[in-house]
């Protein structure tokens, strides 16, 4: 990538110190060539991408958003050779047996793993999650090379200490390599959601589910994201507003969260106007303190209580007792600009909002312009993951949405 950035400088005769040395590294030619790398790799490296492609429009050149979209579910495949040595010894001797059909071509490919639709011998429909072989094992570098990765090129402060987040990070890519983890999640969230009018989660097959191996229905859809264009604003609008309902769900309800945002776990069942939920590898689950502590802050939100939002702010850490007054106000106000939607109550405009942007470069001038900031404690990262998300689906929709009268009922 530095190497395409000096020529892409010479290229365009940049002299120097005329321009950002971001301005050239983040150019077409290493957007594809940075895509084009990561589709190759597996675990961390892939999942940062995918998380990365989901804002990269709103922080990064149009050339980045563009490249970066094939990580959300178009992955390099297991050749078929790889795909039945798997199931050979995840299965045993025969285990094609099991099946009266199998396709060898995924219909997904992913961080972990690659997606199949095959008809069990009793005529079941399934898709079967296969995990890319060695990926479990390969978590712990592939977290720490990152970090060394974000050190070198100094995307980060030097004083950031980021070492709980490291460990987080570690521990839920090794949970979400656990399919008996995820299809408890499932059942989980199946028993939670059993009689919703709105969400469908595919229910497990355990005799066909291993550690690598994890069966499920079958759900036929077109990808949520897919509806941004050529659909009416009120149906749009109902899904945005499904989305957002069952994130303050999950939060302050269930305490139990699907936390990872990625626009291809979200399926639009068009015969029934339902929304399908298909990853649960990436689910975490909050202690009433931390939740009530969120019920507490929201509700200061709403209220535009600086001193409420300054309060718990710091139990939740946020902020601590040392922090200057200076500090203290930037940190609220980022907090009440994340939260806008929950300020108006009207349907905020999601497709009209340049909200991502000015969070963005709010947060970075906080974490690089104050020697008082420190990182959110790792325990929020992966929520903070899923609030994001949801917002930037709701974006994607175009969807109109009145969060604030949402967010009244939970709180």
């Known amino acids: 990538m530095a190497a395409g950035s000096v020529a892409e400088k010479l290229r365009k005769g940049v002299g120097r110190g005329t321009a950002r040395a971001g301005s050239v590294l983040l150019s077409g030619a290493n957007a594809k060539r940075l895509a084009g790398h990561l589709s190759h790799l597996r675990g961390a490296a892939m999942k940062l991408g995918q998380l990365v492609s989901m804002d990269a429009e709103h922080v990064l050149p149009p050339e980045f958003a563009e490249a970066m979209a094939v990580l959300r579910s178009q992955a390099d495949i297991m050749p078929r050779t790889q795909v039945r040595r798997l199931l050979g010894r995840e299965y045993g001797k025969g285990w094609e047996e099991r099946f009266e059909a199998f396709d060898y071509d995924p219909v997904a490919s992913a961080s972990i793993g690659q997606v199949h639709r095959a008809v069990s011998a009793d005529g079941r429909e399934l898709a ?22 974000l050190n070198l090129a100094k995307l980060l402060p030097r004083e950031l200490d980021v070492d ?7 521990r839920q890519l090794r949970r979400e390599a656990d399919y008996f983890a995820e299809a408890e999640h499932l059942e989980k969230f199946a028993r939670l959601l059993k009689d919703d009018p709105v969400f469908v989660v595919p229910r497990v097959h355990r005799d066909l589910s291993t550690r690598r191996i994890l069966a499920m229905d079958w759900v036929e859809g077109e990808p949520l994201e897919s509806l941004a264009t050529d659909t009416p604003q009120e149906r749009r609008d109902n899904i945005g ?9 999950e939060l302050y309800d269930f305490r139990f969260m699907q936390s990872d945002p990625n626009f291809a776990n979200y399926l639009y069942l068009p015969d029934s106007e339902r929304i399908g939920l298909l990853d649960f590898g990436a689910t975490v689950e909050f202690s009433r303190e931390l939740t009530d502590r969120y019920r507490r802050i929201t509700r200061a939100i709403m209220d535009e209580d600086e001193s409420g939002i300054a309060e718990v702010a710091a139990e939740i850490g946020y902020l601590r007792a040392t922090d200057s007054a200076v500090h203290q106000d930037q940190v609220v106000g980022l907090i009440l600009m994340v939260c806008e939607p929950l300020l108006e109550d009207t349907p905020y405009d999601f497709g009209r909002s340049n909200l ?3 969070a963005t470069s709010a947060g970075m001038d906080l974490v690089f312009g104050s020697r008082e900031f420190r990182n959110p404690p790792a325990a929020t990262a992966f929520l ?8 930037l689906l709701c974006q994607r929709l175009k969807a109109r ?11």
Not at 130 to 147: E, K, T, W
């Open 128 to 149: 079967l999650k296969i995990q890319y072989p060695g990926v479990a094992r390969s978590i712990d570098s592939d977290v720490d090379n990152l970090a060394m990765f």
């Open 164 to 170: 709980d987040i490291i460990t987080e990070a570690k």
């Open 241 to 249: 507003r499904a989305i957002q309902d069952l994130t303050f769900r």
């Open 384 to 391: 903070h993951r899923k609030l994001a998300g949801a917002f």
């Open 356 to 358: 991502p942007a000015r």
């Open 401 to 411: 949405v009145n969060v604030r009268e949402i967010a009244a009922a939970h709180v």
